[in-house]
């Protein structure tokens, strides 16, 4: 049986490995109900009491196969999660109704973790109109959710900004060694620390990449553990992490399952040479990208706006996942902001702050033009089909 762990600010125990809905198997394009929902059932049988769901995956049917698998366990032996995917809806109405939707598809009375789902500067404001959280915290006193959060995908300024807003009982940020300094992740993980607010994490293995990295890049793993999977490096590291409550992994087979199940009983944190290889494994993976941007901040705030970390981060995930299309429309959204790289007029305050020594507005200029260039191929890509 899977490890759980009693956390104290919810007074119940929670397996180490939650499972995420949000990559069942599929035959063609349909999710295969049947497989998904003996998927669930063998994890629950494992000792996975952690399920986390959202309306957006798989078009609404995740929500559907929860509400099929459950039905037959007594409520209170699992812990279900769910989500407000605040821009699927129109109105302050239609969010309200779409609450009362998922509780019935989940066949359920109450959502035991309830999530204000992938919050950023965009959605947040939709948030704030729709009185969103004021309706969840409604929820909360009725007894229709046990447990109020957010998950996250935007910048620490932002962050911290929906944490002093409101009061939360947990939050759920993307965290993986490799975005541990590169994407800032490290800085949001350590506010929730100091806030001792419980931590879930998802995508340990960043949307499967850390999971089939090549022989070169895996190779101080395979030299250490031969017949250990890659995937359970990334998700051993992000659980050695004392702040994690949970681990969601979207599993889509039962040797996924069986694999994270087993790496979560009688669970160690990793050891000092353990952490070493994972630091060489960053180490290989980064060579790709020549801005060496740990996502510090130091050289904030820039007196024109720009958010240089935030640019640098972009520019590193084009350069090790090669996604030209994410690229530009991140870098859109940054420049939509007020904070793009044209802004920038050579001032050089930021340099002198900078522990990496970057020549930060000549980099900034390069990625400005790529994003052009980039933009302008992809346009013309589009018009020629
Ligand atoms: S050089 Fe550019 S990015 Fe750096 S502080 Fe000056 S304006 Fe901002
Ligand atoms: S100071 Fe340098 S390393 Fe730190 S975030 Fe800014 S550019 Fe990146």
Redesign the pocket.
């Known amino acids: 049986m899977i490890d759980r762990r009693m956390i104290p600010q919810f007074g119940c125990e929670i397996s180490r490995l939650g499972y995420g809905g949000m990559r069942f198997p599929k035959n063609g394009d349909e999710v295969d109900v049947e497989e998904a929902v003996k998927l669930l059932r063998k994890a629950y049988d494992m000792g996975v009491n952690y399920f986390d769901t959202a309306v957006v995956y798989h078009k609404g049917e995740s929500e559907k196969i929860f509400g099929k698998a459950f039905e037959i366990y007594d409520r209170s032996s699992y812990y279900l999660a769910d989500k407000m995917s605040i821009w699927v809806c129109k109105d302050e109405q239609e969010m309200k109704d779409l609450f009362e939707r998922q509780l019935k598809t989940l066949k359920t009375d109450y959502i035991d973790f309830y999530l204000v789902h992938s919050l950023n500067r965009n959605h947040y404001q939709k948030v704030k109109e729709f009185h969103c959280v004021e309706f969840l915290q409604e929820m909360k006193r009725q007894g229709k959710i046990k447990h109020l959060g957010f998950s996250f995908h935007d910048t620490y300024p932002v962050f911290t900004q929906i944490l002093d807003d409101y009061d939360w009982d947990f939050v759920q940020i993307q965290l993986n060694y490799l975005d541990w300094q590169n994407q800032g992740a490290e800085q949001l993980y350590r506010e929730l620390e100091k806030r001792n607010l419980p931590c879930m994490v998802m995508e340990p293995v960043r949307g499967g990449y850390l999971a089939t990295l090549d022989e070169q890049r895996a190779k101080p793993f395979l030299e250490m553990e031969p017949n250990r999977s890659i995937a359970s490096w990334a998700i051993r590291w992000v659980e050695s992490l004392p702040q994690v409550t949970v681990v969601l992994s979207g599993m889509s087979d039962m040797a996924q399952l069986e694999d994270n199940v087993a790496m979560m009983t009688n669970f160690e944190p990793m050891n000092e040479k353990e952490l070493e290889a994972v630091a060489k494994v960053v180490e290989e993976i980064r060579k790709v990208n020549d801005i060496p941007c740990t996502g510090c901040r130091y050289?904030m705030d820039?007196?024109?706006g720009?958010d240089?970390p935030e640019i640098f981060a972009i520019y590193s995930r084009l350069k090790i996942f090669g996604k030209d299309k994410s690229f530009v429309e991140d870098y859109k959204e940054v420049m939509e902001n007020g904070n793009g790289a044209e802004h920038?007029?050579?001032?050089?305050?930021?340099?002198n702050h900078c522990p990496q020594s970057i020549e930060?507005?000549d980099k900034?200029a390069m990625i400005h033009r790529l994003y052009l260039d980039k933009k302008a191929e992809l346009e013309a890509a589009e018009a020629a089909k």
């Open positions: 050289c820039c007196p024109m720009v240089i920038c007029v050579g001032c050089q305050q930021c340099m930060i507005p900034l």
